[in-house]
Protein backbone atom coordinates (compact mmCIF):
# COMPACT_ATOMS: atom_id res chain seq x y z
CA UNK A 1 0.00 0.00 0.00
CA UNK A 2 1.25 3.31 -0.98
CA UNK A 3 1.00 7.04 1.46
CA UNK A 4 1.54 9.67 -0.40
CA UNK A 5 2.65 12.85 2.05
CA UNK A 6 1.88 16.50 -0.05
CA UNK A 7 3.68 19.52 1.06
CA UNK A 8 4.84 23.01 0.01
CA UNK A 9 1.43 24.83 -0.54
CA UNK A 10 0.09 27.79 1.03
CA UNK A 11 -1.45 31.25 0.25
CA UNK A 12 0.52 33.11 -2.75
CA UNK A 13 -0.49 36.76 -4.66
CA UNK A 14 -1.21 36.27 -7.97
CA UNK A 15 1.87 35.98 -10.19
CA UNK A 16 4.12 34.12 -7.43
CA UNK A 17 5.77 30.61 -7.08
CA UNK A 18 5.22 27.89 -5.16
CA UNK A 19 6.74 24.56 -5.00
CA UNK A 20 5.11 21.52 -3.76
CA UNK A 21 6.44 17.95 -2.57
CA UNK A 22 4.87 14.76 -2.50
CA UNK A 23 7.06 11.83 -0.81
CA UNK A 24 5.86 8.68 -1.57
CA UNK A 25 6.23 5.40 0.66
CA UNK A 26 6.80 2.01 -0.89
CA UNK A 27 9.44 0.23 -3.59
CA UNK A 28 7.96 1.00 -6.65
CA UNK A 29 7.77 4.33 -6.39
CA UNK A 30 11.06 5.13 -8.95
CA UNK A 31 8.99 2.35 -11.49
CA UNK A 32 5.70 4.05 -10.89
CA UNK A 33 4.35 7.02 -13.63
CA UNK A 34 3.48 9.82 -11.62
CA UNK A 35 1.47 12.82 -11.92
CA UNK A 36 -0.13 15.87 -10.15
CA UNK A 37 -3.88 16.06 -9.78
CA UNK A 38 -6.18 19.18 -8.12
CA UNK A 39 -9.47 19.56 -7.66
CA UNK A 40 -10.90 23.29 -7.27
CA UNK A 41 -14.19 23.91 -5.43
CA UNK A 42 -16.77 22.70 -7.16
CA UNK A 43 -15.09 21.02 -9.43
CA UNK A 44 -13.69 17.25 -9.92
CA UNK A 45 -10.20 16.26 -9.18
CA UNK A 46 -8.18 16.47 -12.77
CA UNK A 47 -4.54 15.38 -13.57
CA UNK A 48 -2.65 18.25 -14.60
CA UNK A 49 1.19 17.13 -14.90
CA UNK A 50 2.31 13.20 -14.83
CA UNK A 51 6.40 12.29 -15.44
CA UNK A 52 7.49 8.62 -16.45
CA UNK A 53 9.77 6.90 -14.27
CA UNK A 54 12.99 7.90 -15.68
CA UNK A 55 11.81 11.86 -16.11
CA UNK A 56 11.57 11.10 -19.87
CA UNK A 57 8.75 12.03 -20.73
CA UNK A 58 6.26 14.59 -19.38
CA UNK A 59 3.01 15.81 -20.35
CA UNK A 60 1.09 19.05 -18.69
CA UNK A 61 -2.97 20.17 -18.88
CA UNK A 62 -3.47 23.11 -21.09
CA UNK A 63 -4.35 25.23 -18.27
CA UNK A 64 -0.95 24.79 -16.67
CA UNK A 65 1.44 24.57 -19.58
CA UNK A 66 4.82 26.89 -19.57
CA UNK A 67 3.99 27.68 -16.09
CA UNK A 68 4.77 24.44 -13.86
CA UNK A 69 6.95 21.93 -14.11
CA UNK A 70 6.48 18.34 -12.37
CA UNK A 71 9.83 16.86 -11.67
CA UNK A 72 10.86 13.73 -9.67
CA UNK A 73 13.75 12.23 -7.69
CA UNK A 74 13.55 8.49 -7.75
CA UNK A 75 16.34 8.31 -4.54
CA UNK A 76 14.35 10.30 -2.33
CA UNK A 77 11.08 8.84 -3.52
CA UNK A 78 9.63 12.47 -4.56
CA UNK A 79 7.87 14.39 -6.85
CA UNK A 80 7.45 18.00 -7.34
CA UNK A 81 5.71 21.00 -8.75
CA UNK A 82 7.22 24.00 -9.25
CA UNK A 83 4.50 26.30 -9.49
CA UNK A 84 5.05 29.98 -11.72
CA UNK A 85 2.98 32.77 -12.58
CA UNK A 86 0.11 31.32 -10.59
CA UNK A 87 -3.22 33.00 -10.96
CA UNK A 88 -6.43 32.45 -9.17
CA UNK A 89 -7.65 29.67 -11.30
CA UNK A 90 -4.73 27.77 -9.91
CA UNK A 91 -6.81 27.76 -5.94
CA UNK A 92 -7.22 24.58 -5.32
CA UNK A 93 -6.23 21.41 -3.49
CA UNK A 94 -2.87 19.78 -5.00
CA UNK A 95 -2.83 15.79 -4.81
CA UNK A 96 -0.07 13.83 -6.26
CA UNK A 97 -0.78 10.03 -7.02
CA UNK A 98 0.12 7.20 -9.62
CA UNK A 99 -0.94 6.38 -12.35
CA UNK A 100 -4.06 5.12 -12.50
CA UNK A 101 -4.22 6.08 -9.21
CA UNK A 102 -4.32 4.55 -5.84
CA UNK A 103 -5.11 5.64 -2.25
CA UNK A 104 -5.09 9.78 -2.05
CA UNK A 105 -2.94 11.35 0.45
CA UNK A 106 -4.60 14.29 2.13
CA UNK A 107 -3.30 16.95 -0.70
CA UNK A 108 -2.05 20.52 -0.34
CA UNK A 109 -4.23 23.70 -0.28
CA UNK A 110 -2.75 26.21 -2.61
CA UNK A 111 -5.05 29.59 -2.20
CA UNK A 112 -3.68 32.48 -5.28
CA UNK A 113 -5.25 35.86 -3.75
CA UNK A 114 -5.93 38.65 -6.61
Known amino acids: QVQLVESGGGLVQAGGSLKLSCVAS????????MGWYRQAPGKERGLIASITPNGGTITYAKSVKGRFTISRDNAKNTVYLQMNRLKTEDTAIYYC???????WGQGTQVTVSS
Open 26 to 33: GRTFSSSL
Open 97 to 103: NKLPAVD
